[in-house]
T-cell receptor, first 116, second 112 residues
Framework: GAGVSQSPSNKVTEKGKDVELRCDPI?????LYWYRQSLGQGLEFLIY????????KSGLPSDRFSAERTGGSVSTLTIQRTQQEDSAVYLC??????????????FGSGTRLTVV | DQQVKQNSPSLSVQEGRISILNCDYT??????FLWYKKYPAEGPTFLIS?????DKNEDGRFTVFLNKSAKHLSLHIVPSQPGDSAVYFC???????????FGAGTRLFVKA
Protein backbone atom coordinates (compact mmCIF):
# COMPACT_ATOMS: atom_id res chain seq x y z
CA GLY A 1 0.00 0.00 0.00
CA ALA A 2 0.89 3.64 -0.14
CA GLY A 3 1.38 4.00 3.59
CA VAL A 4 1.72 2.05 6.83
CA SER A 5 -1.60 0.53 7.76
CA GLN A 6 -2.56 -0.42 11.31
CA SER A 7 -5.60 -2.27 12.56
CA PRO A 8 -7.75 -1.93 14.46
CA SER A 9 -7.70 1.84 14.83
CA ASN A 10 -9.35 1.55 18.23
CA LYS A 11 -9.57 -1.36 20.64
CA VAL A 12 -11.31 -1.52 24.00
CA THR A 13 -10.59 -4.64 25.98
CA GLU A 14 -11.22 -5.92 29.46
CA LYS A 15 -8.36 -6.24 31.89
CA GLY A 16 -6.83 -9.70 31.67
CA LYS A 17 -7.75 -10.35 28.05
CA ASP A 18 -5.22 -10.80 25.24
CA VAL A 19 -5.07 -8.40 22.28
CA GLU A 20 -3.41 -8.49 18.88
CA LEU A 21 -2.46 -5.37 16.99
CA ARG A 22 -1.58 -5.56 13.31
CA CYS A 23 0.77 -3.54 11.15
CA ASP A 24 1.13 -3.62 7.37
CA PRO A 25 4.32 -1.75 6.47
CA ILE A 26 5.08 -0.05 3.19
CA UNK A 27 5.87 -2.66 0.57
CA UNK A 28 9.61 -3.19 0.27
CA UNK A 29 10.49 -1.59 3.59
CA UNK A 30 12.83 -3.94 5.40
CA UNK A 31 12.76 -2.21 8.79
CA LEU A 32 9.69 -2.20 11.02
CA TYR A 33 9.30 -0.60 14.42
CA TRP A 34 6.72 -0.58 17.17
CA TYR A 35 6.40 2.38 19.52
CA ARG A 36 3.75 3.34 22.02
CA GLN A 37 2.60 6.67 23.34
CA SER A 38 0.95 6.75 26.72
CA LEU A 39 -1.16 9.74 27.71
CA GLY A 40 1.06 12.80 28.07
CA GLN A 41 4.20 10.86 27.28
CA GLY A 42 6.61 10.69 24.37
CA LEU A 43 7.07 7.82 22.00
CA GLU A 44 8.45 4.75 23.77
CA PHE A 45 10.41 2.26 21.66
CA LEU A 46 9.14 -1.31 21.93
CA ILE A 47 10.68 -3.53 19.25
CA TYR A 48 12.52 -3.35 15.93
CA UNK A 49 12.67 -5.81 13.02
CA UNK A 50 15.28 -5.58 10.26
CA UNK A 51 15.06 -8.08 7.43
CA UNK A 52 15.83 -11.60 8.59
CA UNK A 53 17.89 -10.50 11.59
CA UNK A 54 16.84 -11.27 15.12
CA UNK A 55 14.54 -8.50 16.35
CA UNK A 56 15.68 -5.93 18.91
CA LYS A 57 13.21 -6.54 21.75
CA SER A 58 14.96 -4.33 24.26
CA GLY A 59 12.00 -1.98 24.63
CA LEU A 60 9.30 -4.51 25.44
CA PRO A 61 8.09 -3.58 28.95
CA SER A 62 7.30 -7.10 30.15
CA ASP A 63 7.06 -10.69 29.03
CA ARG A 64 3.36 -10.15 28.40
CA PHE A 65 4.39 -8.32 25.24
CA SER A 66 5.56 -10.12 22.13
CA ALA A 67 5.75 -9.38 18.44
CA GLU A 68 6.39 -11.24 15.27
CA ARG A 69 6.89 -10.34 11.66
CA THR A 70 5.84 -12.96 9.18
CA GLY A 71 7.48 -13.21 5.77
CA GLY A 72 9.33 -9.97 6.35
CA SER A 73 6.15 -7.99 5.92
CA VAL A 74 3.12 -7.91 8.24
CA SER A 75 3.78 -7.62 11.96
CA THR A 76 1.60 -8.48 14.92
CA LEU A 77 2.09 -7.11 18.41
CA THR A 78 0.46 -9.28 21.07
CA ILE A 79 -0.25 -8.21 24.61
CA GLN A 80 -1.28 -10.99 26.94
CA ARG A 81 -3.30 -10.52 30.12
CA THR A 82 -3.72 -6.81 29.47
CA GLN A 83 -3.43 -4.35 32.35
CA GLN A 84 -4.78 -0.82 32.62
CA GLU A 85 -1.26 0.61 32.30
CA ASP A 86 -1.10 -0.93 28.82
CA SER A 87 -3.61 1.68 27.64
CA ALA A 88 -1.82 3.77 25.03
CA VAL A 89 -1.60 4.48 21.32
CA TYR A 90 0.52 1.81 19.68
CA LEU A 91 2.34 3.10 16.62
CA CYS A 92 4.00 1.10 13.90
CA UNK A 93 6.57 2.55 11.51
CA UNK A 94 8.60 1.25 8.62
CA UNK A 95 11.62 2.42 6.69
CA UNK A 96 13.91 1.34 3.89
CA UNK A 97 16.74 -0.01 6.07
CA UNK A 98 19.09 2.36 7.82
CA UNK A 99 18.34 5.29 5.54
CA UNK A 100 15.06 5.66 7.30
CA UNK A 101 16.73 6.30 10.61
CA UNK A 102 18.36 9.46 9.35
CA UNK A 103 15.66 10.53 6.96
CA UNK A 104 12.64 9.55 8.97
CA UNK A 105 10.30 6.66 9.38
CA UNK A 106 6.82 6.44 7.94
CA PHE A 107 4.37 5.93 10.76
CA GLY A 108 0.90 4.45 10.69
CA SER A 109 -2.00 6.21 12.38
CA GLY A 110 -1.76 3.93 15.38
CA THR A 111 -4.06 1.70 17.39
CA ARG A 112 -5.60 3.32 20.44
CA LEU A 113 -5.83 0.59 23.08
CA THR A 114 -8.01 1.13 26.12
CA VAL A 115 -8.00 -1.46 28.89
CA VAL A 116 -11.03 -1.22 31.15
CA ASP B 1 16.69 7.76 31.85
CA GLN B 2 15.47 10.36 29.36
CA GLN B 3 18.14 10.68 26.71
CA VAL B 4 16.12 13.19 24.70
CA LYS B 5 14.33 15.93 26.60
CA GLN B 6 11.79 18.48 25.52
CA ASN B 7 11.21 20.55 28.62
CA SER B 8 8.41 22.71 27.26
CA PRO B 9 5.17 20.77 27.00
CA SER B 10 3.51 23.57 25.06
CA LEU B 11 4.21 26.79 23.19
CA SER B 12 1.84 29.46 21.89
CA VAL B 13 2.85 31.79 19.05
CA GLN B 14 1.10 34.42 16.98
CA GLU B 15 0.66 33.74 13.28
CA GLY B 16 3.52 35.21 11.26
CA ARG B 17 5.97 35.18 14.16
CA ILE B 18 8.80 32.74 14.78
CA SER B 19 8.27 29.50 16.69
CA ILE B 20 11.29 28.08 18.47
CA LEU B 21 11.09 24.56 19.84
CA ASN B 22 13.93 23.31 21.99
CA CYS B 23 15.42 19.93 22.70
CA ASP B 24 18.29 18.69 24.87
CA TYR B 25 20.03 15.35 24.77
CA THR B 26 22.46 13.49 26.97
CA UNK B 27 24.00 10.82 24.73
CA UNK B 28 27.09 12.11 22.91
CA UNK B 29 26.93 9.08 20.60
CA UNK B 30 23.86 10.37 18.81
CA UNK B 31 24.77 11.07 15.19
CA UNK B 32 21.48 12.18 13.66
CA PHE B 33 18.73 14.33 15.04
CA LEU B 34 15.23 14.53 13.65
CA TRP B 35 12.04 16.46 14.16
CA TYR B 36 8.64 14.90 13.64
CA LYS B 37 5.26 16.59 13.58
CA LYS B 38 2.08 14.94 14.80
CA TYR B 39 -1.54 15.91 14.30
CA PRO B 40 -4.29 14.37 16.47
CA ALA B 41 -5.34 10.85 15.47
CA GLU B 42 -2.46 10.61 12.99
CA GLY B 43 0.99 9.09 13.20
CA PRO B 44 4.03 11.35 13.43
CA THR B 45 5.42 12.58 10.11
CA PHE B 46 9.08 13.30 9.48
CA LEU B 47 9.84 16.98 9.17
CA ILE B 48 13.57 17.66 9.05
CA SER B 49 16.84 16.13 10.21
CA UNK B 50 20.41 17.16 10.86
CA UNK B 51 23.65 15.25 10.99
CA UNK B 52 25.86 15.68 14.03
CA UNK B 53 28.63 17.01 11.76
CA UNK B 54 26.52 20.02 10.86
CA ASP B 55 25.19 22.91 12.90
CA LYS B 56 22.32 24.02 10.70
CA ASN B 57 19.90 22.56 8.19
CA GLU B 58 17.19 24.53 6.47
CA ASP B 59 14.12 23.42 4.54
CA GLY B 60 11.73 26.16 3.56
CA ARG B 61 10.19 27.68 6.69
CA PHE B 62 11.88 25.10 8.93
CA THR B 63 15.44 25.35 10.22
CA VAL B 64 17.12 23.07 12.72
CA PHE B 65 20.12 24.26 14.68
CA LEU B 66 22.50 21.94 16.51
CA ASN B 67 24.85 22.96 19.31
CA LYS B 68 26.89 19.85 20.07
CA SER B 69 28.89 21.38 22.90
CA ALA B 70 25.66 22.20 24.70
CA LYS B 71 23.92 19.00 23.54
CA HIS B 72 21.06 21.18 22.40
CA LEU B 73 19.06 21.52 19.24
CA SER B 74 16.21 23.73 18.23
CA LEU B 75 13.62 23.91 15.49
CA HIS B 76 12.72 27.32 14.11
CA ILE B 77 9.55 27.84 12.12
CA VAL B 78 9.24 31.18 10.40
CA PRO B 79 6.76 32.53 9.61
CA SER B 80 4.47 30.38 11.76
CA GLN B 81 1.12 29.43 10.31
CA PRO B 82 -2.06 28.11 11.98
CA GLY B 83 -1.58 24.83 10.13
CA ASP B 84 1.70 24.36 12.01
CA SER B 85 -0.30 23.77 15.21
CA ALA B 86 0.65 20.22 16.19
CA VAL B 87 2.84 18.25 18.56
CA TYR B 88 6.52 18.33 17.61
CA PHE B 89 8.80 15.49 18.64
CA CYS B 90 12.55 15.78 18.80
CA UNK B 91 14.34 12.49 18.12
CA UNK B 92 17.86 11.12 17.87
CA UNK B 93 19.71 8.06 16.63
CA UNK B 94 23.11 6.75 17.66
CA UNK B 95 25.98 5.38 15.59
CA UNK B 96 25.40 1.73 14.89
CA UNK B 97 21.97 1.84 16.45
CA UNK B 98 18.82 1.04 14.61
CA UNK B 99 16.27 2.73 16.77
CA UNK B 100 15.27 6.30 17.29
CA UNK B 101 14.85 7.83 20.74
CA PHE B 102 12.04 10.36 21.00
CA GLY B 103 11.40 13.22 23.35
CA ALA B 104 8.07 13.77 25.06
CA GLY B 105 6.93 16.34 22.51
CA THR B 106 5.99 20.02 22.55
CA ARG B 107 2.50 21.09 21.58
CA LEU B 108 2.63 24.19 19.38
CA PHE B 109 -0.37 26.50 19.10
CA VAL B 110 -0.22 29.09 16.34
CA LYS B 111 -2.90 31.71 16.85
CA ALA B 112 -4.46 33.45 13.87
Amino acid sequence: GAGVSQSPSNKVTEKGKDVELRCDPISGHTALYWYRQSLGQGLEFLIYFQGNSAPDKSGLPSDRFSAERTGGSVSTLTIQRTQQEDSAVYLCASSSSRQGINYGYTFGSGTRLTVV
Amino acid sequence: DQQVKQNSPSLSVQEGRISILNCDYTNSMFDYFLWYKKYPAEGPTFLISISSIKDKNEDGRFTVFLNKSAKHLSLHIVPSQPGDSAVYFCAATDTGGFKTIFGAGTRLFVKA
